[in-house]
DNA sequence: ATCCTCCCCTAC
DNA sequence: TAAGGTAGGGGAGGAT
């Protein structure tokens, strides 16, 4: 991508290469930015300018650009990133923030992303205050009285404020009229302009209110958590329907990855690992850790032992010296520790909870012990209905096997829980809790009933990452053989440190988590042996606050009381089936053969156990760890009524799953369906709310020629998997995307993508899907009414094919074509076909091993992918502005960008983005001529096209007499 | 034997 | 109400 960045550069601007994108002006500046980011890609470090001399920046929660890029920008523009909030933080960055943690954030200035992003556009640092997102009055009266007036007139309106506060002031009050949008009359209310200006800057706040408002359009039926004051009573409207919460809705993936502690333990776990490969990359060698801890050796005085520094351990336990002893024993061999941090949910949130403390507390998102009873739920049922499965597949695994077996009950988490009570899982409990019972993953119902003083407290995703930046960070600053684990515990190789600072593991292990406690307000406990096992052993032995070695001469002793489910490896199935043999600890299993272990669990399981039953385990750190796959799934709110909604759904999917590719720098070349499907006389209505009840799994996948990371080709894909199961959308309870046999691109790590190029790639190698429909709806003036998706489908590529000879097409948008076409042929040869355009023209695909002709209907080409649009709204407004002035009349490569983009944007499904643009868009028409009225036409259409498709509806856009 | 696909299991 | 994700290992059984 690079080197064709340069040959344009070269080539200039005037060509219409596909590149010019909107206009000169466009390529002025974009190859201006691609200059930069191309010199950056050469020398990472190299800082472009100091804009942000003296600023530093937290990144707190989700925002657009991301943190890595907002990182990655400040960095080269001479201002500093901080991982976490320290006191030399200036700047918080976010999108969005519950008040709660804006009250948390007293005194800094939380500031939008924008503010970064057109700092850097306009070469000079912006006024951060009109990048507020909360003003002092957070909740402030204008946007109540926005909130109250139009829940009386029932008429939502959308403000022209909208209007970033860099804009100049040419929007006039026409904006008011074209952008209403009407929930159920005719309408259109508007506005105080002077309650607007008042707005002018808020425009977090606002844009807040209009995300909820456009997605109250009825074309789009969302359902989003209204954030208005209490009293405000929009959200009672949208509490009419509260079933439609489900994954039908546009808010939900990011709503529901937003709140599940699952996704945020993998998706960290994922980025510590990633954080440990980069330090180690970026080490310059110098730990100085070791040098702290030599000094506090040196300082500790004469005395050796633990007791030497009273303040430093007062606060741990009599496990801290439990096997004193220890210390004074030689290592020879090499020292892994394990460490831990003590339930890490629960300390980070009680931080600031001192009022909690000796109190049993969880993390959960039950507010309560209440659950709703909806009509069709049935715990028992369901309840027997999982145990029997289980007993079932037992049955089918041993069968053929010989050995003696005993009926071991199996709890249900169902058990104890009557029907009304919470269902909601406890994510994190501490130690007073799970004295009375309470265990994590069990559901609040149960937690309650053992322990009817727990406390809960909500989750800080926000706080959890913060603490565990500060582990990785003290950690590495001793060494770089960590292997990340998760985000609060990794498998360290300590032989170094305890040799280079003359301390014993324990010491050295007293100092650190100290240090820890000090850093985080946290306690970890840790673990030492001479493999990973035994640290981890040694580390649950340790727990809480606690830290234990387990030496060599003790591990046969150790061994023989350890329960065979506190082996790493032995969860709830395996360990079932050794209690079913009368095996429950170590020593039990020690008496079993190698070849009788294999026999009954398999070669290689078999052998584990034949290992760790004994304390052995040869595997080494996996200190700089390349993943292997990446997937999004949602088990969860899944919840369709048609085809076309799960079909809209997986694309969402192939969207997520793809901007984690990107950022993880690789391709794939297996794209592999994972579905939960409802079974057979499970109940539809599940026990817990939402949640996916019984069900089968099934998983499908299929090789691709070319390894991809293309949006569209693995949305086919998957979409082609699930038609070939015909599986009834409204059974489905599951669907998840994964992409294996990864390629990690070499050279992109230093070549990151960043807004702008990213958007332009996209661009390049699908721009001729959207000219295509241009074309078509330009020369043929479709009728307005809806086209069915086949019908548009082949439409949409017979016209691709004219195109292709339209002399307007630029020189390279026709090679990237030539590449796609034998791209195509490539995966027709690996026998899939569904990404060519035989399969999507509708036409029977030759040579195709798993789809049936009767089967291969077309896949709708919701195309141009879903790229999360990378170009925030401030620059793509301006880009609109800077295109409309600088021409006379348009030109259709920059209708087909704009149109590109803008179908992008809805197949985000950023609708509020796409409002704006239509408005502004329409705004700067008006006095024009024919020529730009038809483009904007044809940009209306062919948005429409897209809006059907996704939405089944179209959009309301202001539209010329 | 070895590979592939479709599971299942485990861990956080 | 509730937010049941995600990566990796491994086994069974069929294809080569």
């Excluded at 007293?510 to 096992?533: D, M, V």
Aim: aromatic share 6%.
């Amino acid at each position: 991508m690079i080197k064709k960045k340069s040959k344009r550069e070269r080539r200039g601007e005037d060509e219409d290469n596909g590149f010019a994108m909107w206009g000169g002006y466009m390529a002025a500046k974009i190859s201006k930015l691609e200059e930069q980011f191309t010199v950056q890609a050469g020398k990472e470090t190299e800082h472009e300018s100091n804009i942000f001399q003296g600023i530093a920046i937290y990144v707190n929660g989700y925002t657009v650009p991301g943190a890595d890029e907002l990182k990655r920008i400040m960095i080269l523009h001479g201002g500093v990133f901080h991982h976490y909030e320290t006191r030399k933080t200036t700047h918080i960055i976010a999108s969005n923030l519950p008040d709660t943690k804006v009250k948390q954030l007293k005194t800094l200035n939380v500031v939008k992303p924008a503010w970064i992003v057109d700092s850097v556009t306009a070469g000079t640092l912006l006024d951060f205050r009109k990048y507020l997102l909360y003003s002092n009055h957070t909740k402030s009266q204008p946007r109540l009285n926005f909130q109250q007036e139009i829940s009386s007139k029932k008429t939502i309106k959308e403000d022209s404020e909208l209007l970033p506060c860099d804009q100049d002031s040419e929007s006039n009050s026409l904006d008011n009229e074209t952008k209403c949008k009407e929930v159920d009359t005719n309408t259109c209310l508007r506005s105080e302009n002077e309650q607007q200006h008042t707005n002018h800057c808020r425009n977090g706040v606002v844009e807040t209110g209009l995300r909820e408002l456009v997605k109250s359009c009825p074309d789009s039926p969302s359902l989003v958590k209204s954030k208005q004051s209490p009293g405000s009573s929009p959200s009672k409207a949208r509490t009419a329907n509260p079933s439609r919460r489900t994954a039908v809705e546009p808010q939900f993936l990011s709503e529901f990855y937003g709140n599940s502690r699952l996704h945020h333990l993998s998706t960290m776990g994922a980025m510590f690992k990633e954080y440990v490969a980069k330090l180690r990359e970026d080490s310059q060698g110098d730990f100085p850790g070791i040098k702290r801890l030599m000094e506090w050796k040196k300082n500790s005085g004469i005395r050796q032992d633990l007791g030497a520094d009273e303040d430093l351990i007062d606060d741990f336990d009599d496990e801290t010296f439990m096997n004193e002893r220890n210390k004074k024993v030689p290592c020879p061999t090499k020292t892994i520790m394990h460490i831990d941090m003590d339930c890490f949910f629960v300390s980070v949130g009680l931080r600031n909870r001192p009022d909690l403390h000796g109190c049993p507390v969880a993390v959960t998102h039950a507010k309560g012990n209440a659950s709703r009873v909806r009509e069709g739920t049935n715990r028992q049922y369901e309840r027997e209905f999982y145990r029997q499965r289980f007993q079932t597949r037992l049955k089918q695994r041993q069968s053929g096997r010989s050995g003696e077996n005993e009926e071991v009950e199996r709890k249900s988490r169902l058990d104890d829980v009557d029907e009304n009570e919470s269902l909601s899982e406890i994510a994190s409990c501490n130690y007073e809790a799970r004295k009375a019972g309470v265990k994590n993953g069990m559901f609040f119902g149960t937690a309650i009933k053992l322990c009817p003083g727990l406390k809960t407290i909500p989750y800080d995703f926000e706080g959890y990452k913060e603490v565990s930046y500060k582990l990785y960070d003290i950690l590495a600053s001793y060494t770089l053989e960590i292997e990340a684990v998760s985000c609060d515990e990794m498998y360290v190789n300590c032989s170094e440190i305890l040799k280079k600072a003359n301390v014993t593991s324990l010491e050295f292990a007293s100092f650190l988590r100290a240090e820890l406690k000090e850093a985080t307000g946290c306690t970890a406990s840790a673990g030492f042996g001479s493999n990973p096992l035994q640290a981890r052993l040694a580390t649950k032995k340790a727990k809480p606050n606690g830290q234990f070695h387990l030496l060599p001469t003790d591990v046969e002793m150790f061994m023989h009381n350890i329960k065979v489910e506190d082996l790493p490896g032995v969860g709830h199935s395996l360990a079932y089936r050794l209690h079913a043999e009368g095996i429950t600890d170590c020593r039990d299993l020690q008496r079993l053969s190698l070849a009788s272990l294999q026999r009954k669990f398999g070669n290689k399981t078999g052998e584990t156990l034949h290992q760790h039953a004994r304390g052995e385990d040869q595997r080494a750190l996996d200190v700089c760890h390349q993943r292997k796959s990446v997937s999004a799934e949602v088990n969860y709110g899944i919840r369709f009524t048609t085809q076309r909604e799960a079909e809209a759904f997986v694309q969402q999917l192939a969207q997520e799953v793809v901007s984690r590719m990107k950022q993880a720098r690789v391709r794939g070349r297996q794209v592999t369906l994972k579905l939960m499907i409802r079974a057979k006389d499970a109940p539809v209505e599940t026990a817990k709310f939402m949640g996916h009840g019984a069900c089968d799994n099934i998983s499908r996948s299929v090789s691709l020629g070319t390894p991809t990371d293309d949006p569209d080709i693995i949305y086919r894909e998957a979409v082609a998997l699930e038609r070939q199961l015909k599986i009834s959308p409204s059974d489905l309870r599951g669907v998840g995307i994964q992409m294996n046999r990864l390629v990690h691109s070499a050279t992109s790590g230093s070549a990151k993508s960043t807004v702008l190029t990213k958007f332009l790639g996209l661009k390049k190698t699908k721009g001729e899907n959207s000219e295509a429909r241009i074309e078509s709806d330009g020369g043929k003036r479709v009728g307005t009414e809806i086209r069915r998706e086949t019908g548009l489908i082949g439409e949409v590529k017979m016209e691709k094919k004219r195109s292709a000879v339209n002399d307007k097409m630029c020189q390279e948008r026709k090679l990237v074509e030539q590449e796609t076409e034998s791209k195509i042929k490539s995966f027709s040869k690996a026998g899939r076909t569904a990404a060519s355009c035989d399969h999507v023209v509708g036409s029977p695909v030759a040579g195709k091993p798993k789809l049936t002709s009767e089967e291969s209907n077309p896949i709708p080409i919701l195309t141009p992918p879903v790229e999360v649009p990378m170009m925030t709204l401030s620059q793509a407004r301006k880009l609109v502005r800077a295109w409309v002035t600088s021409e006379v009349n348009p030109q259709t490569c920059d209708v087909v960008m704009f149109t590109n983009y803008i179908q992008r944007l809805v197949l985000a499904r950023h609708l509020e983005d796409v409002d704006i643009l239509f408005s502004l868009l329409h705004r700067l028409l008006i006095n024009k001529g024919r020529p730009w009225k038809a483009a904007y036409g044809t940009i209306v259409k062919n948005t429409q096209t897209i809006m059907q498709t996704v939405y089944g509806a179209n959009l309301k856009v202001p539209e010329f007499d």
